[in-house]
């Protein structure tokens, strides 16, 4: 295999692992601050891709507008779900939380399948010419994908680290009933969760319907990659899920050159546990001391 090939399945791999770092980070952000893996991320995806589709056959072609009707709107979602679901199961198990998260993903993707069918649908892009550096071929919408990720990204480690908001975040991730006896609002707090985790969503919805075919499985079948490269980067690490998802996306792009696509999952797996069988706790991780 030549290394133009190696160079290009790179570039890809780079634009759709920032672009699901979106979800990769909320899945980390939920598991730090309300302790259970949040299973609904895949089709809140889903639900923001369909969302900029209505809006750019009802509304405007504009992807600005469109990335945040779509943004706002899942974030609406996940603030709903918050307050109907996972609220009243925030003093229960992890596990309970795990499954209410399932049964949400259920129920947005067969509400989605019961009004849009399973028709395929896509977001309109402007049609670009790659630039092409000797073989390596650049589109400049992916550019304009990985920008906006990153962007957001950096968007989100600001609040978590500049802002009193984050603060509060940080102080209810590392002991929620210390943060509450010092006065922090816990459910202002998880409402401030919610919305941060749909307007990811459904900005990564959005950017990977640029590069995809939008259907009702959009996210779900992402959920896997998503999870497992929050355990790459390690549990609890914002740093460490974007890097993992990253790594995870390249890996998959890569071995499609080698074994298809059908097997491209198979090795990036294979990735993860080499990965972890020299850091048991990811590459971000940290080793705690339980007695």
């Known amino acids: 295999m030549d290394w133009i090939?190696?160079?290009?399945?790179?570039?890809?791999?780079?634009?759709?692992?920032?672009?699901l770092a979106l979800p990769a980070l909320a899945v980390t952000l939920v598991f730090g601050i309300a302790r259970f893996p949040h299973a609904s991320v895949g089709d809140y995806m889903t639900f923001g891709a369909y969302t900029a589709v209505v809006t750019q056959s009802l509304l405007t072609s504009s992807l600005i507008?469109?990335?945040?009707?779509?943004?706002?709107?899942?974030?609406?979602?996940?603030?709903?779900f918050y307050i109907w679901v996972f609220r009243a199961l925030?003093?229960?198990?992890?596990?309970?939380?795990?499954?209410?998260?399932?049964?949400?993903?259920?129920?947005?993707?067969?509400?989605?399948?019961?009004f849009a069918g399973?028709?395929?649908?896509?977001?309109?892009?402007?049609?670009?010419?790659?630039?092409?550096f000797g073989g390596i071929r650049v589109l400049p919408t992916d550019l304009y994908i990985m920008a906006t990720a990153l962007v957001a990204l950096a968007a989100v480690f600001?609040?978590?680290?500049?802002?009193?908001?984050?603060?509060?975040?940080?102080?209810?991730?590392?002991n929620p009933e210390l943060a509450s006896a010092s006065g922090?609002?816990?459910?202002?707090?998880?409402?401030?969760?919610?919305?941060?985790?749909?307007?990811?969503?459904?900005?990564?919805?959005?950017?990977?319907?640029?590069?995809?075919?939008?259907?009702?499985?959009?996210?779900?079948?992402?959920?896997?990659?998503?999870?497992?490269?929050?355990?790459?980067?390690?549990i609890g690490s914002p740093v460490g899920a974007i890097c993992g998802m990253v790594l995870f996306g390249i890996s998959q792009e890569v071995a499609s050159l080698y074994?298809?696509?059908?097997?491209?999952?198979?090795?990036?797996?294979?990735?993860?546990?080499?990965?972890?069988?020299?850091r048991p706790q990811g590459m971000f991780g940290k080793i705690s001391a339980v007695r």
């Open 259 to 278: 074994v298809g696509s059908s097997y491209k999952l198979v090795l990036a797996f294979l990735v993860l546990l080499l990965v972890l069988l020299i």
């Open 90 to 114: 925030a003093q229960r198990s992890p596990v309970a939380s795990l499954i209410a998260s399932i049964g949400v993903a259920f129920v947005v993707r067969s509400s989605i399948t019961f």
């Open 118 to 132: 399973q028709s395929q649908y896509i977001i309109e892009a402007p049609l670009v010419r790659a630039w092409n």
């Open 184 to 234: 922090i609002k816990v459910r202002e707090v998880m409402l401030t969760l919610s919305a941060i985790v749909g307007a990811f969503c459904g900005l990564g919805g959005v950017l990977l319907g640029i590069k995809a075919v939008v259907l009702p499985e959009l996210g779900w079948e992402l959920i896997l990659p998503i999870f497992a490269s929050v355990i790459l980067g390690g």
């Open 158 to 174: 600001a609040l978590l680290h500049f802002t009193s908001l984050g603060r509060r975040m940080r102080a209810v991730s590392d």
């Open 5 to 19: 090939s190696i160079g290009n399945a790179a570039i890809n791999g780079t634009v759709i692992g920032l672009l």
């Open 65 to 80: 507008v469109v990335a945040a009707v779509a943004s706002v709107t899942t974030a609406l979602l996940s603030l709903f």
